[in-house]
């Protein structure tokens, strides 16, 4: 059921909040500085505060006012329905200017809760009401200010919008805890790839090569020396088109994800007895694949390790290169030049331990950062709709452990 069938009460918008305009008679020139948020400085996601760049005011010709404690929500295509949006609680001074792109709300009666509206327009449901009533020409369409101001919104009593924005800020908050870790562990995997890279682990003196510093015992290879392409036919691979969301064997291509897709075509099976690395020869992505999957059409370079490499180390050691981008041009020669370190076959496999790890701890994050979304869009719709109450929440395993045994 949509949101927006809910069988509750209903308001509008702009019958609590107001779009906020400077007051007149305020001369922003008398003030030396100004925070300034440009719509890269406006998050996604559920984060709160933009970043503010601090501007001369004399230097500010054009920009939307906003106050502190305003909801800035994007209004200009895609960006509003990827949820680009703000709720500014620390502001240097009393007021600040953003990019035009944006439309500032507050609360024009008592006992409102920004927070949940804020909230309440990250909701699928609500982004799509609004996106159908975009104005303008294909590709800068905007939300009209009269749109967001007669959007439905819940009749909710001022204590019960606090206790169910008090319930959602504690996921929202869980989830960028999650989102931190994640970056930490990410930064430690990168901070090991350097050391070990370099040092190893045995304790070795150093010796200068093409690559910097390496163990005295090393060898340093070049890419073409280190992989042998993989051999198959051509007419399995899948054109993006040919992709289904679900399906039996995962399509492996050269974005970001490991994962771009499904397929039920069994001819389409690419099967290797040893481990392959799937080198994006446009996106410079490098991927470690050691299941049966289909692979995409457009620009997937599969690879085999060569002798003497242990396949995860080789494929560790192929992510840490610097691949200089060429725009949307094959890089493979680029990268065939470049070179690679070789230690021993035993110390490549402590060296996989030791990073394979850390990349265990990034996904754990990533995890549960992916369930803790998931229970904020849940919950943010039963709450809406009066499926669950505050009241039968229990939320108290999110709080982190300080708050929870401080006094």
């Known amino acids: 059921m949509s949101l927006l069938d809910a069988d509750i009460a209903w308001t509008r918008v702009g019958d609590c909040y107001a779009i906020t305009k400077k007051p007149h008679g305020l001369n922003t020139k008398t003030v030396a500085e100004i925070p300034f948020a440009a719509m890269e400085a406006i998050p996604q996601g559920g984060a709160y505060e933009p970043t503010f760049t601090l501007k001369e005011a004399r230097s500010i010709n054009s920009g939307t006012y906003f106050e502190r404690g305003d909801i800035l929500v994007s209004k200009i295509t895609p960006s509003f329905e990827n949820g680009k949006q703000a709720l500014v609680r620390a502001l240097p001074q009393a007021f600040g200017y953003a990019t035009t792109e944006v439309i500032p709300l507050r609360p024009s009666v008592e006992g409102q809760d920004p927070r949940l509206l804020f909230f309440y327009l990250l909701h699928p449901d609500i982004r799509h009401y609004v996106a159908e009533r975009m104005e303008g020409s294909t590709g800068r369409q905007r939300v009209p200010e009269d749109v967001l101001l007669d959007l439905p919104v819940p009749v909710i009593a001022p204590q019960e919008q606090t206790a169910m924005a008090d319930a959602l800020e504690t996921i929202q908050s869980a989830v960028a805890s999650e ?7 990410q930064e430690l995997k990168r901070a090991a790839m350097r050391e070990l890279f370099t040092r190893g682990l045995r304790g070795e003196a150093q010796k200068e090569t093409e690559i910097g510093l390496v163990p005295e015992s090393w060898d340093v290879l070049a890419v073409s020396e280190s992989v042998t392409p993989f051999r198959f036919e051509r007419s399995k691979q899948i054109p993006k088109s040919g992709y289904s969301a679900t ?24 099967t290797s007895k040893k481990p392959l690395i799937i080198f994006g020869d446009h ?23 060569a002798d003497g490499f242990h396949p995860k180390f080789l494929f560790f050691a192929l992510s840490a290169l610097d691949v200089p981008s060429r725009g949307y041009n094959r890089h493979y020669k680029v990268l065939a030049e470049k070179r690679v370190p070789k230690p021993s076959v035993d110390e490549q496999q402590e060296i996989v331990a030791i990073l394979d790890a850390i990349d265990r701890k990034i996904d754990l994050h990533r995890q549960k950062r992916a369930v803790l979304e998931e229970l904020f869009k849940a ?9 669950i109450r505050v009241d039968q929440l229990d939320l108290s395993a999110l709080t982190p452990i300080e708050e929870r045994t401080s006094p």
């Open 379 to 387: 919950l943010l719709h039963k709450l809406m709709t009066g499926e």
């Open 283 to 305: 996106t410079r992505a490098f991927k470690y694949v050691d299941f049966e999957f289909a692979l995409g059409a457009d620009g997937t370079k599969p690879l085999l390790a």
């Open 247 to 270: 399906g039996r064997w995962p399509v492996v291509d050269q974005g970001q994800q490991i994962i771009a897709g499904y397929t039920d075509d069994e001819q389409k099976i690419i």
């Open 179 to 185: 989102r931190t870790a994640e970056s930490a562990a």
